[in-house]
């Protein structure tokens, strides 16, 4: 089946420390996002790329890095810049263009800073 | 002011109801418009998509697009308590892939 596989699930971060979470997807997307959702706030865009080797920051990137070196993937640093990281984190994709233009999204995972 | 406004809620109906949930947005060049399901510590999950203006009905949902307005809706009919879950509007304009959210509306269908 088609999807976005983000991992882990859960992850726990201490003090200074960089973590890493993954996003994959074979759905053969040009697009792919990380969202940042904290309770009451919405979806807020971290950062996206809209093809390989190029990505561009959005409204909070700071304390976030990212690379995309192959299509299907794209994964998220969250450095200990990061002040405040615990949150739900979301990747996404879209094929876009006129004809497919949603967006999908993998289950998220839970940061902790402990 | 954001580009897209939701009511939070947490709205709560009795089973069977049907459910109006809103999003309004500033932007007149969005013309692209999808709404969202999302369980608690889930991943949203993708319910309606809508091109530019009119009514899209799938199963016991319908979204309604009326540009004029810069208003849209969604209708779920003969609500069930599986519906409970917050439910976000999202769009975008057209050649460019960048989405604007809704901060969602949370809804509780009680058996």
């Known amino acids: 089946d088609g999807g976005i596989t983000q991992s882990p699930k859960y992850l726990f971060r201490k003090e200074g420390q960089n973590v890493t979470l993954s996003c994959e997807q074979n759905?053969?997307?040009?697009?792919m996002y990380w969202y940042r959702q904290d309770p009451g706030q919405g979806l807020r865009l971290i950062y996206y790329?809209?093809?390989?080797?190029?990505?561009q920051k959005g409204d909070i990137a700071e304390g976030y890095s990212v690379s995309r070196e192959k299509k299907e993937s794209f994964p998220l640093t969250v450095t200990s810049a990061q002040k405040n990281p615990t949150a739900f984190y979301l990747c996404?994709?879209?094929?876009?263009?006129?004809?497919?233009?949603?967006?999908?999204f993998g289950q998220g995972t839970r940061l902790t800073v402990v | 002011q954001k580009e897209v406004e939701q009511d939070p809620g947490p709205l709560s109906v009795p089973e069977g109801a049907i459910v109006s949930l809103n999003c309004t947005y500033s932007?007149?060049?969005?013309?692209?418009f999808m709404w969202y399901r999302q369980y608690s510590r889930k991943g949203p999950e993708l319910l309606m998509y809508?091109?530019?203006?009119g009514n899209k009905e799938d199963g016991r949902f319908t979204a309604q697009v009326d540009k004029s307005s810069k208003y849209i809706s969604l209708f779920i009919r003969d609500s069930q308590p599986s519906d409970s879950a917050t439910y976000l509007c999202?769009?975008?304009?057209?050649?460019?892939?960048?989405?604007?959210f809704g901060s969602g509306t949370k809804l509780n269908v009680k058996p």
């Open positions: 759905l053969n997307h040009d697009a």
């Open positions: 809508t091109y530019s203006s």
């Open positions: 996404a994709s879209t094929a876009g263009g006129a004809l497919r233009f949603e967006a999908f």
């Open positions: 999202a769009m975008r304009v057209y050649n460019f892939n960048k989405f604007y």
């Open positions: 932007n007149s060049a969005f013309q692209y």
């Open positions: 790329s809209q093809i390989v080797n190029d990505f």
